[in-house]
């Protein structure tokens, strides 16, 4: 029998405890029950990634704008991460959004976490600027910016001619 694909559909409430448990594992300073109520009120743009009947990532966006589109958060459990959940997820709102006209796609990531600047940047985000502090702890934070229009252009000129004209390196 074939192993389980990833599926990405919208959360729904007996997600519930899943979430918890990913919130808790992937940020330590946040508290988790805070932020899944705060996720709650942005239904619309709050999609889960299964593997089976596990529920292995999350990702949460919102409209900021008429054009801009917001990731707020992204988690993958760790027993699953590298192997494209987060790709899978961020090329998920990222249709989403366009789908709802938007025409650009921001986000925070603190300026230490390599494995999500590498993530976001190898999907087209680049750091706009830096917001000193932005962290509760202290830490900075870049914001990042892509074009939603360019968004899976790029991604098949990467997939066909191996790099982008960041020169990014192909998905194959
Ligand atoms: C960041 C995170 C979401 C990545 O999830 P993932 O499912 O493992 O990521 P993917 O497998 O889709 O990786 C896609 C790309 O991200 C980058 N990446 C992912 N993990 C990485 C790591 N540990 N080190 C360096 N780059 C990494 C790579 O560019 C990778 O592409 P490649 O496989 O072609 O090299 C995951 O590590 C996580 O949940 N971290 C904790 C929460 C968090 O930091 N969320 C983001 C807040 S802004």
Redesign the pocket.
Known sequence: MLPPQPFIRRYHPDDKYSILMLEAE??DERNPYEYLSFYEVFHDGFFVCTLGNDVV?FIVGYMLSESEGHIF????SKF?????????LVDHICTYFLLKGLQKAS???RVS????I??YT?LGFSAAWIESKYYSDGEDGYVMMANLNFYFFRKEEIKIFGKGKNGEKG?N
Do not use: D, M, T
């Open positions: 992937a940020f990532g958060s992204l988690a993958v699953h991460r590298n192997q494209g959940i987060a790709e899978r986000l925070e990531v976490n390599k494995p999500a590498n993530l190898k998905v």
